[in-house]
């Protein structure tokens, strides 16, 4: 390769990633500037762990090496807050800006497609991030839990999740029909599949509900986000069988937006 097309080729690179920077930017003054959108996404989670927390008390959980109720729900919030953002908000917004023609218009516009994802996918990742920051503090100085002993694997796990779940998202988009139908379905698959895998609530391993949610990816996100907590005594925090799980659905999902995928709204 000779000296000018590397240098091409490397002003193209800073370029996309200066492009990918500005849409981030925009992406994220878009979301905060819808306020009640941003205090619902971001406050859902902390307001649900505040409450569980005040309801739980000093309660303690005895087959989990009777560990404090509280304890059990930080991390499960955790995975709550991610799977809000980059499962149910993405998904509605994908199909709102799908059938209010926002996607073709930008798809039509000089920006790039692979930036034009990115930066969605970018501003979900650190919307994610904030709401586990904050669970994580309130947890720590409002109810005395511990800070992950692995966050390494905590930090693992929230990769793979974020990615999986984002292409959960997107690929739900694709087969909700219009704007109108996207809050309630992905709210009752989302909320329906919670009370399967034992976010309110602690699942014996044993359990029928535990057998049929072990099936999707919800259960065994919240799983791999308690695994770094260890709240049990002598187990890995490395949760690799869930992490399997989620990063499945996740492909899976890939394949289903690659084929599915649309950027003009849907005829009536």
């Keep these: 390769m000779s000296v000018a097309a590397a240098t091409s080729t490397g002003d193209r690179a800073t370029n996309s990633w200066r492009l990918l920077w500005h849409q981030v930017r925009y992406e994220q003054m878009a979301f905060w500037l819808n306020r009640v959108g941003a205090i619902f996404t971001i406050g859902f989670s ?72 990115g930066s969605v996918l970018c501003s979900t990742a650190i919307i994610s991030l904030l709401q586990v920051a904050l669970l994580l503090l ?43 139908t ?13 009370f399967l895998s034992g976010l309110w609530f602690p699942l014996p391993a044993n359990s029928a509900l535990a057998r049929i949610s072990g099936v999707f990816p919800v259960r065994h996100f919240i799983q791999a986000a308690s695994a770094p907590f260890e709240l049990q005594r002598g187990a890995s925090p490395w949760a690799w069988r869930d992490l399997l799980v989620i990063a499945l659905w996740g492909a899976v999902s890939i394949v289903i937006a690659l084929r599915r995928f649309q950027w003009s709204p849907r005829r009536r």
């Design 46 to 117: 902390v307001l649900f762990l505040v409450m569980l927390g005040f309801s739980a008390g000093n309660a303690r959980i005895s087959y989990l090496s009777n560990i404090r109720l509280i304890q059990y729900y930080v991390p499960g919030f955790v995975a709550y807050g991610v799977m809000s953002a980059c499962f149910t908000t993405l998904a509605t917004t994908m199909v709102v800006r799908r059938e209010t023609g926002l996607l073709k218009r930008l798809r039509l516009s000089p920006l790039p497609t692979r930036v034009l994802l």
């Design 138 to 180: 309130i947890g720590r100085f409002g109810y005395a839990v511990s800070f992950p002993v692995n966050w390494v694997a905590f930090v693992l796990v929230l990769i793979v999740a974020m990615a999986s779940f984002s292409a959960m998202g997107v690929a739900m988009s694709c087969v909700i029909p219009n704007q109108e």
């Design 182 to 194: 996207a809050g309630p379905i992905t709210s009752v698959v989302f909320f329906v599949l919670l």
